[in-house]
């Protein structure tokens, strides 16, 4: 463990953010491992003192060209950081747990020792709890300061294979000689309810958001490191932020991308596209290029299990007035929701739900009428309200209460019936779908590379985007014309008898030369009987193909109006959920029944506890999370 080396002793007294990004590098990129101790300490004391009871003010001199912090001293630092090794060392008899890699028992024993030192009279969740200079300085630690003291008190015992696991709303650790056990250390939401000591499989087996079935961000040193900044909270009112602590936090965000700590942690990527957007660095790509690599890291280290990316993303194109593109994005965080079952303890990503949907969609739908106009805008919400659907079911509690429907109905009646009857929508059903005689197939799982949007439904548009050329058209429309020097077809003499006097030059279509259109080849009439049947083949092919171009050219020319006319798309979804698929018929009705629609969006029938099947797999009554430093 690195401690406070002479490189970093000789940045004190800390007045600016540049010295503190220093010594982060210097602990990330100079040390065998990042000390997490000492650097959480460091980021906690800037951050209380801006923040918790603000005196400070920010004064731009000459001798600094970013904003003066309070002076960070090393002797208060040092002290503290000897405090928390004392703490821990004073507590936990090493002897008793002669291991090199860490037990159930030291991890629990560890916990213990945080656990009981905290103060019980304070509202945990309240900010500026989550590092350890509030745990030093006032026995205060919210869930995950409690989950990285445990990994910070483990690292001080020299235990190195005690690291942090994420979900998206809780934290837990992970141990052993190859990383496989895990161990709960802190709670979550709101309550003193604690299991610390107990591993979390039954949480994973549950089909729990809070445990993200099994995809939990597994830190290494470096990302916890990320972990301490991520958690960082400039917040100094429901509407204000510390501008030195937000700034701070994207320094240091921005040290860690360029060294690769956070292509595995897509919240950091979030958060640092949320700060990008508010504050956009020089020379940085735009906010919008963090949100989507997040998006990618999930999909690509996560099995696309995590929901606030897509959240994120979503937010963001909604602010800049991409109404359709924020409703495709929501779609997307419903189609990860309904890989999971509901239960009480969501309230975080329940709360974020109910805003997008009954603030966010109908404000966009308010603000732009143009949404209105395209089916697609209409599949995207039909897919949102699905996977809420479908994350319902097998719930012990219902999700869809009327406070849901009136919006979703109010929005519905908006989009008129000629553009709700242009959707395809097909409902899935559970039973095993013949392949071919010698095998069988339960409902496909999409590779989450395969798409970058419309996680789990295949989308289309009837209009090709024009990518083909005329040649291309032409040359698999020619493939198709049966020519044959048999009997002429009934249907040949037809074409025959209807050929006009010219017909298009494929040579000015292919390469533009000669003239649009050119003659017929005159009809020489062959005295041969053998023969007499060809000129007619000839001619008919001709006709054919001519014809055929035609229609090849008009696709193109069709093509490129779809393409800038987004409104006449015709998407195709795929409704997997009881509930939307029982209301199939009433969606596309010429005549919205609004009260049918609310009834069978609020029946509780479709809310069955127990046991479901999604994909072929048995999925149970789920567990419970709380949003690891999002606000």
């Not at 001080?156 to 696991?165: E, I, P, T």
């Not at 298009?504 to 030369?513: E, I, S």
Request: aromatic fraction near 8%; charged fraction near 25%; charge should be negative.
């Amino acid at each position: 463990m690195a401690g406070f080396r002479d490189e970093d002793k000789a940045l004190f007294p800390l007045q600016s953010i540049s010295s503190i990004v220093q010594i982060f590098q210097n602990q990330l990129e100079n040390s065998t491992e990042p000390d997490l101790a000492l650097l959480s300490i460091l980021v906690g004391a800037v951050e209380n003192s801006l923040t918790c009871n603000r005196t400070f003010t920010s004064q731009d001199s000459i001798v600094y060209d970013e904003p003066k912090l309070p002076t960070v001293e090393y002797h208060i630092a040092e002290a503290l950081y000897r405090k928390f090794q004392t703490v821990i060392k004073g507590a936990v008899d090493l002897t008793v747990y002669d291991t090199k890699y860490a037990t159930r028992e030291l991890v629990k024993k560890v916990s213990d020792v945080i656990w009981n030192s905290l103060t019980r009279s304070y509202y945990k969740d309240r900010a500026h709890l989550q590092s350890l200079y509030s745990y030093l300085t006032a026995n205060k630690l919210d869930c995950f300061g409690v989950a990285f003291a445990v990994v910070a008190g483990c690292q001080v015992l020299g235990f190195k294979d005690v690291h942090l696991a994420m979900s998206e709303d809780h934290a837990w650790v992970v141990y052993g000689e190859d990383g496989s056990e895990t161990a709960e250390v802190t709670w979550h939401g709101k309550g003193n309810e604690d299991k610390r000591g107990q591993p979390v499989e039954a949480g994973v087996a549950s089909r729990s958001w809070l445990y993200v079935n099994g995809q939990a961000v597994i830190c290494n040193r470096a990302m916890e490191v990320a972990t301490i900044v991520s958690a960082i909270n400039p917040s100094l009112s429901a509407t204000a932020d510390a501008a030195e602590v937000a700034l701070l936090q994207q320094e240091l965000l921005w040290l860690l991308y360029d060294l690769g700590h956070l292509a595995k942690y897509p919240m950091a990527l979030g958060n640092l596209g949320d700060l990008e957007e508010a504050a956009p660095t020089p020379g940085r790509p735009p906010a919008i290029n963090l949100f989507q690599e997040a998006i990618r890291s999930s999909r690509k280290y996560y099995g696309n299990a995590h929901v606030y990316p897509y959240t994120y993303q979503g937010g963001y194109l909604y602010r800049h007035g991409l109404h359709s593109e924020a409703l495709s994005s929501w779609a997307d965080a419903a189609d990860v929701l309904r890989k999971y079952d509901y239960s009480r303890d969501d309230g975080e990503i329940y709360k974020e739900l109910l805003e997008i949907a009954n603030e966010l969609i109908p404000h966009a739908v308010r603000a732009d009428e143009r949404l209105l106009r395209q089916p697609r805008c209409f599949a995207h919400l039909l897919r949102f309200y699905d996977g809420i659907c479908q994350w319902e079911e097998g719930a012990n509690t219902p999700v869809l209460h009327i406070g849901w429907a009136r919006p979703l109905v109010n929005t519905i009646s908006k989009f008129d019936a000629n553009i709700r009857a242009q959707v395809v929508i097909e409902c899935y059903e559970t039973e095993t779908i013949k392949l071919n005689d010698d095998e069988n197939l339960q409902k496909k799982e999409t590779n989450p590379d395969e798409m970058l949007n419309n996680n789990n439904n295949n989308y289309y548009k009837t209009k090709e985007k024009g990518n083909n050329t005329a040649r291309d058209l032409i040359k698999s429309l020619e493939s198709k014309v049966p020519v044959t020097t048999a009997s002429t077809h009934p249907s040949i003499q037809a074409l025959t008898a209807a050929c006009s006097e010219k017909i298009l030059n494929r040579d000015y279509l292919l390469q533009g030369d000669g003239e649009p259109f050119v003659a017929p080849p005159e009809l020489t009439i062959n005295s041969t009987p053998s023969t007499s049947q060809e000129p007619v083949v000839a001619v008919a092919t001709a006709t054919v193909t001519a014809t055929a171009v035609t229609a090849a050219a008009t696709t193109v020319v069709v093509n490129e109006e779809i393409v800038d006319d987004s409104e006449n798309e015709k998407p195709k979804i795929t409704l997997y959920s009881q509930k939307m698929k029982g209301l199939k018929d009433l969606l596309l009705a010429e005549k919205l029944n609004t009260h049918a629609i609310s009834l069978q969006l609020t029946a509780q029938s479709q809310v069955q506890i127990g046991k479901k099947t999604r994909s072929g797999d048995e999925i149970g009554i789920n567990q419970r999370p709380k949003r690891t430093r999002r606000d």
